[in-house]
């Protein structure tokens, strides 16, 4: 029998190794870490739309958070589970560059030098991630 504290430690530390197994898996995932790095970039941009327009400032914000949370949950996942949540992901980089089109049609000029290529690889990723690769007939 194990008294309370040689159980607490235990326990702490399973989950101590569960969270670094999990941060492992994911910095071994490509897709998130691009996402991580248009999340980084997107942050001017974000506070650039938002002295024009808080709402579409907002909508970017969350699609880049939903990206992220789709990627981080899918890379768990298996199946068609996995692919409907990467297709989650890929919905919501696709909003973020609609919402990013809109403020340029709107006449608000956005530095894309660095997003634009993230942007780009991520959609690359991200088809990958939810197309069957297996050649059929």
């Known amino acids: 029998w194990l ?4 159980r607490a430690r235990t326990s702490a530390e399973v989950v101590r190794a569960l969270h670094h197994t999990r941060i ?20 001017p941009v974000i506070e650039y739309v938002r002295g ?5 400032a907002s ?6 958070i939903s990206m992220q949370n789709n990627l981080a949950e899918g890379s768990r ?9 990467f297709t989650y992901a890929d919905g919501s ?22 997003v634009a290529p993230l ?7 991200l088809w990958g991630l939810t197309h069957d690769r297996r050649r059929t007939g």
């Open 52 to 56: 024009r327009c808080a709402e579409l």
């Open 77 to 85: 996942r298996a199946g068609k589970d996995r692919r409907r949540l």
């Open 59 to 64: 909508q970017i914000e969350n699609a880049t």
């Open 119 to 125: 942007i780009d690889r991520q959609s690359r990723l």
């Open 3 to 6: 008294d309370r504290s040689h």
């Open 24 to 43: 492992v898996m994911l910095n071994n995932f490509v897709a998130y870490q691009n996402g991580r790095a248009l999340v980084r970039a997107l942050r």
């Open 93 to 114: 980089l696709s909003e973020i560059a609609g919402a990013i089109e809109t403020a340029e049609d709107l006449g608000w000029p956005v530095d894309l030098s660095i």
